[in-house]
């Protein structure tokens, strides 16, 4: 398995679990939280395509899907590119509203579209360039990749522990 393979399979098990841990909940099931202070299932889905979108784009030296889409105004949120949801309190985290799962599949797949092409380009080389110097040691683009997989990953997981805490 080369390289890209292996990015492609990592990242492309991602976007068939958030379409299934939305798939049919409502707008206020993507809201609801399994305790108070937790983050619910479209913080969640919202959070990790955030994350994904911001560092692919970063890497790709270009705008963000989120940037100039209708997709902010389809959590309730304003086009900010630097909110991804880290840090987020309560309070901002309740303010992440999806209008139901098509913004949630939606995003992530426009923005997993532009991810799988860009994974495909990814030569093995490439992996040792370092992409972000503000971290002691410096970021390399191969940990970069590993950690926003990673990251969606375990958010993904987080989701679908909650709709199962939620019986939904």
């Known amino acids: 398995m080369d390289v890209n393979d292996l990015l492609l399979e990592s990242y492309g098990r991602i976007a068939p679990l958030v379409h299934d841990v939305v798939e049919g909940l409502s707008a206020a099931d993507l809201a609801r939280r399994p305790a108070a202070g937790a983050n619910p299932i479209g913080w969640l889905t919202w959070h990790l395509t955030r994350v994904q979108d911001h560092h692919l784009a970063e890497l790709l030296d270009q705008q963000q899907v989120w940037v100039g889409s209708d997709w902010p105004g ?72 590993v950690s926003v997989v990673d990251d969606c990953a375990q958010h993904v997981g987080q989701a679908a522990f909650v709709r199962g805490l939620l019986d939904l």
């Not at 389809?74 to 880290?86: K, M, N, S």
């Not at 992530?108 to 990814?122: I, K, M, N």
């Open 74 to 145: 389809r959590f309730a949120l304003d086009p900010d590119p630097d909110d991804v949801g880290y840090g987020h309190t309560t309070d901002e985290v309740a303010r992440v509203r999806p209008d139901g799962p098509g913004a949630v599949t939606g995003y992530h797949d426009a923005v997993w579209a532009r991810t799988r092409a860009y994974l495909g380009t990814v030569t093995p080389s490439a992996l040792d360039e370092v992409v972000d110097e503000r971290w002691d040691p410096p970021v390399t683009l191969g940990v970069r990749l």
